[in-house]
């Protein structure tokens, strides 16, 4: 594969790591957070995800299995995957503005936000996160990073539930009648 195509992913997913950076700086100030042990258990399948993901094929055979055929229309539909997910995320980060948190907060003042992407799913910046993981993992298309969207999407399970049991604590009916009318993570799928 030409050098451009492979390190086309790569540079989107360090573009999205930068504005998540940048955009970290300006937020509400934390009145509740998640414990550290809560805080591991989200985070450390993120890391085993993109070790997966980005590590040399060093694997035992079953990890380096090809799933996917690495073909040019893989990759483009992978990598055009990659750029909708990133994008629909950070359309939501921006949406949300100085609520969000990398970690399971509640903020002083907080808002229930439920215009733009949150008009279309409670957690966008999950279902763009992961929409661009699964883009990942087709590009890549071994077994390693099936398992990589299956660890992601465990953590992002496990994020949207505790999320959920604290914004139904902060914003009560407001949230139970969002909940009722806007999916979780998957557009038009309640």
């Known amino acids: ?3 451009a195509l492979a390190l086309f992913i790569p ?3 360090v573009i999205w790591a930068l504005i998540w950076f940048l955009a970290a700086w300006r937020v509400k100030q934390t009145v509740r957070h998640e414990d ?3 805080r591991l258990s989200n985070t450390l399948p993120l890391w085993l995800a993109a070790f997966l993901l980005v590590s040399p094929p060093i694997w035992p055979d ?3 299995a090809r799933l996917f055929p690495g073909t040019l229309g893989i990759f483009i539909l992978g990598a055009a ?3 909708v997910g990133l994008c629909f995320a950070i359309w ?6 100085r609520n969000w948190s990398g970690v399971i907060t ?6 229930l936000v439920r215009t733009g ?3 279309i799913v409670r957690h966008p910046i999950y279902s763009g996160l992961l929409l661009a993981i699964v883009g990942s993992a087709i590009a890549r298309g071994n077994s390693a990073a099936i398992i990589a969207v299956a660890l992601v999407l465990f953590s992002f399970l496990r994020r949207v539930s505790v999320e959920e049991r604290w914004m139904t604590e902060t914003f009560g009916a407001a949230y139970d009648d969002y909940r009722a009318s806007t999916p979780a993570l998957i557009p038009f799928v309640k």
């Not at 939501?92 to 503005?97: D, K, N, T, V």
């Not at 509640?106 to 808002?111: A, E, G, L, P």
């Open 81 to 83: 995957l990659v750029v």
């Open 62 to 64: 079953f990890l380096t």
């Open 36 to 38: 550290p042990l809560s």
């Open 106 to 111: 509640v903020k002083q003042d907080h808002d």
């Open 11 to 13: 540079v989107c997913w």
């Open 1 to 3: 594969m030409h050098l």
């Open 117 to 119: 992407p949150y008009s």
């Open 92 to 97: 939501a980060r921006y949406h949300i503005g």
